[in-house]
């Protein structure tokens, strides 16, 4: 049947259920615009009642008569404009683990494979290029900008302040556990959820973490405990995700300002390295801030031991992506990207990705960004008291002399 699928079929609908960070459920955790989502863990409904439901059934026979549901505009627009989608890595994973042709698409109760669950956005750090969306400590900040008359401004419920979504919304699917293959929790910073260590309890107990591969979201700040170190232990391969956008001083920077030390992330290093099935990648997200840094973040992986991906283009807020900046900024970090470039000839995956980020680079963003990157980067230096200027020297005169 796979082979008479449309071309934008997904099959995240008949195999995956997300859970995000203010209760809101959905089919993946890219389809979540606001008022499309399947079910809502705040007001009752459960996974369960959202694989089971009419609305998930609908959206299936959407993708099988080759029609975008609304809900995915996301994949939609990537799609049509030519890149590799959510729904692209997904189909790759299911053929890497040789999953397509088992994936139930007749039946009404498919085997549910795929988990990702963010329990809440508790966080005990404010990212630039995050919101109160996904990160408790962006509450104040949203409020600041949007008092200082800011376009970027979250939309998120204020109140939600860190309340988590009921351990019971997830166990309500525990009868399917043993289907599952992979599951990704995320956050907020997931090591701060009272409900994550109590979710590997429960499928330590029932006996399948070992047919399952775990994948963790994490800002690496929070150390893992010798209960949590030893729930992983028992999974079929634990992936480590760990977002670090800068080294040095850049690191407290983009993370929030002083405080937030990168040996903090070196020493839950460690610890996840004591477990014979982890993998850690440090996975930053690229964007103006840190695109003169990334043969930095190299560096600092290899030297703990870790690898780097620099697929992760920044998309929101617009106003961070690196096609905002100007032409000659632009070409000066082309320049060093090209440099880093022969340092890495043996690293396909690596090489392909820098290949990628210097052609990104040459697409300039409308003007209006640019201002946006200003008046933006200024409020959240006012506010955290740390400048880009004294630690970029890239961008060095680029705030002040475009005062307006």
């Not at 979250?154 to 997830?170: A, C, I, M, P």
């Not at 880009?388 to 475009?402: C, H, Q, W």
């Amino acid at each position: 049947m796979s082979s008479k699928l449309p071309e934008i079929f997904c099959y995240m609908p008949w195999t995956s259920l997300a859970l995000l960070p203010d209760g809101r459920i959905s089919a993946c955790c890219v389809s979540s615009s606001k008022g499309l989502e399947l079910g809502d863990s705040k007001v009752g409904d459960t996974l369960l009642d959202v694989w089971k439901g009419e609305k998930l059934k609908v959206i299936r026979r959407q993708f099988l008569a080759g029609e975008w549901p609304a809900s995915c505009v996301a994949c939609k627009v990537r799609h049509e404009e030519g890149y590799i989608s959510h729904k692209d890595y997904f189909f790759a994973t299911l053929k890497r683990y040789d999953l397509v042709e088992s994936v139930d698409l007749v039946g009404d109760d498919p085997p549910l494979l795929n988990l990702d669950l963010s329990f809440s956005n508790l966080c005990n750090l404010a990212c630039r290029m995050c919101s109160s969306q996904y990160s408790t400590k962006w509450i104040s900040i949203d409020q600041h900008l949007a008092q200082e008359g800011h376009e970027y401004r979250s939309t998120v419920d204020q109140e939600l302040n860190g309340r988590e979504s009921d351990l019971e919304t997830v166990k309500s699917i525990e009868q399917s556990f043993g289907s599952l293959r992979f599951i990704t929790v995320k956050g907020g910073e997931p090591l701060l959820a009272k409900n994550f260590i109590p979710f590997l309890q429960s499928l330590d107990k029932r006996g399948h973490s070992s047919n399952i591969d775990l994948t963790i979201v994490t800002n690496g700040t929070v150390a893992p405990n010798e209960e949590l170190l030893s729930l992983l232990a028992k999974f079929k391969k634990v992936v480590l995700s760990i977002s670090v956008d800068g080294v040095g001083r850049l690191f407290n920077y983009i993370r929030g300002g002083r405080g937030h030390d990168l040996t903090l992330v070196e020493n839950s290093i460690q610890k996840y390295q004591t477990l014979n099935n982890a993998y850690l990648d440090i996975y930053p997200v690229v964007q103006a801030y840190n695109v003169f840094d990334i043969e930095n973040i190299f560096d600092w992986s290899r030297r703990v031991k870790c690898h780097a991906s620099f697929r992760a283009l920044i998309k929101f807020p617009h106003c961070l992506q690196v096609g905002v900046l100007p032409k000659p900024l632009r070409q000066l970090a082309q320049e060093k990207l090209r440099s880093f470039l022969k340092k890495i000839e043996n690293e396909e995956q690596n090489f392909n990705e820098i290949e990628h980020l210097i052609r990104v680079l040459d697409v300039s963003i409308e003007p209006k960004y640019f201002d946006q990157f200003l008046r933006y980067t200024r409020e959240l230096d006012k506010y955290h008291q740390i400048h880009l200027e004294d630690i970029v020297p890239e961008f060095k005169g680029i705030l002040t002399s475009n005062l307006t």
